[in-house]
């Protein structure tokens, strides 16, 4: 009696040893994922403000866009007026020169008649004119010329004068609107690209902040995982340093069953969920039993084998599988702390944690599952 006490009291020892060496890992645990969610935070702060910016450079250079291509379409609408206007100065001009000709033949034949019975020489002098010019210089001698055919004359010429330089005028207005529009086709094309350039920079923004968020959430949940973990490890060792310690230790007692397996967590038979039960919260048969229990009861090896697997995962909290041989295998989920590692060998009996709420729990359980060549099936079969 007094050794079994005894072994007792050192169990109890040691595992409030080493649950406060797991707390100080659990409390690390806790602040280095506390900090990467608060890296993350920081990140997605600086990212957003990267997207504001982007977003104000991308309403500019879409008003600068806008302001261009409304400038290129007035200056198209100048260029076709004014297309229309020299168009119509041509015309003038033709006919201004037809007129002019047209008064110059009149005129010599005028002259003709009025010396024909004249002078032949002054006529002849009249005739080889090679110019209008040279003719009317010609014709300041003629004093029979009439001042009216001379001032017709003259008339026409002043409006050939003026049609062409305005004609030239608008040739050069033309040109201008021309000079004017290549560079709006220019500032367009370079805007344009800047805008392109701005977009795939928002993109990538974009998909660097749904990164972000999603790695944030991940952390954030990562956080609230150790945190609970942390809290369960200091509720186990105050609950073993209020009772003494548990009936198992870290080497185990084996305790036995009437059945194959020997019941992975005694004493403690309410279930809370069965086996192929369909509950609230997800449409997936329940591949195992739910054994209610409170945080750190000592859970046990339903059979002799060997530990595959002694680790965590978001899902399953603290948890451990065994193969007993010939494609048996049984596991026990969240534990608020295991006691064996992979690869190690178990007997049936052996203590192998303590029970927990880690990963995905509604409260305090042990989740055990017997599974046949990967397959689940209902462990009562072996209890």
Not at 121 to 139: D, K, R, T, Y
């Amino acid at each position: 009696m007094r050794k079994r006490m005894r072994r007792t009291v050192c169990a109890a020892m040691v595992f409030i040893l080493c649950a406060g060496s797991v707390m100080r890992v659990s409390a690390d645990e806790v602040q280095e994922a506390q900090e990467k969610v608060e890296d993350a935070e920081n990140e997605a702060q600086a990212l957003e403000q990267q997207r504001q910016e982007a977003e104000a450079d991308h309403e500019s250079l879409s008003a600068r866009l806008d302001g261009i291509i409304a400038d290129m379409n007035e200056t198209q609408e100048k260029l076709t007026a004014k297309e229309a206007e020299i168009e119509a100065a041509e015309e003038e001009l033709i006919q201004a020169r037809v007129d002019e000709n047209e008064q110059y033949e009149s005129m010599k034949i005028r002259i003709k008649f009025m010396y024909e019975s004249g002078g032949i020489g002054m006529l002849e002098v009249l005739m080889q004119s090679q110019s209008i010019g040279e003719f009317l210089n010609n014709a300041e001698y003629v004093t029979q010329l009439s001042e009216y055919d001379r001032n017709e004359l003259i008339r026409y010429q002043e409006t050939v004068k003026q049609v062409e330089e305005k004609e030239a005028a608008l040739q050069t207005e033309y040109e201008e609107l021309n000079v004017l529009q290549t560079s709006l086709v220019s500032q367009q094309e370079e805007v344009q690209t800047l805008l392109e350039s701005n977009e795939a920079q928002l993109a990538e923004i974009q998909s660097q902040i749904d990164a972000n968020a999603e790695k944030l959430e991940e952390l954030r949940q990562e956080a609230e995982d150790a945190k609970r973990r942390q809290e369960e490890k200091e509720a186990q060792a105050a609950q073993a340093a209020q009772n003494g310690g548990y009936s198992g230790s870290y080497t185990g007692n084996v305790v036995s069953g009437n059945g194959y397996f020997t019941h992975p967590c005694p004493g403690m038979t309410r279930q809370s969920s069965y086996f192929g039960e369909v509950r609230s919260f997800s449409s997936t048969p329940h591949a195992g039993n739910d054994y209610a229990a409170p945080v750190g009861t000592p859970t046990y090896a339903a059979a002799s084998g060997t530990v595959i697997t002694a680790t965590y995962s978001n899902t399953a909290g603290n948890y451990v599988v065994i193969s007993h041989g010939n494609g048996l295998v049984t596991k026990y989920m969240h534990h608020v702390n295991i006691c064996v590692s992979a690869g190690q060998h178990v007997e049936k009996g052996q203590q192998i944690g303590w029970v927990g709420s880690t990963g995905r729990s509604t409260g305090p359980h042990l989740h055990f599952q017997v599974e046949e060549n990967g397959t689940p099936v209902n462990p009562d079969k072996y209890l």
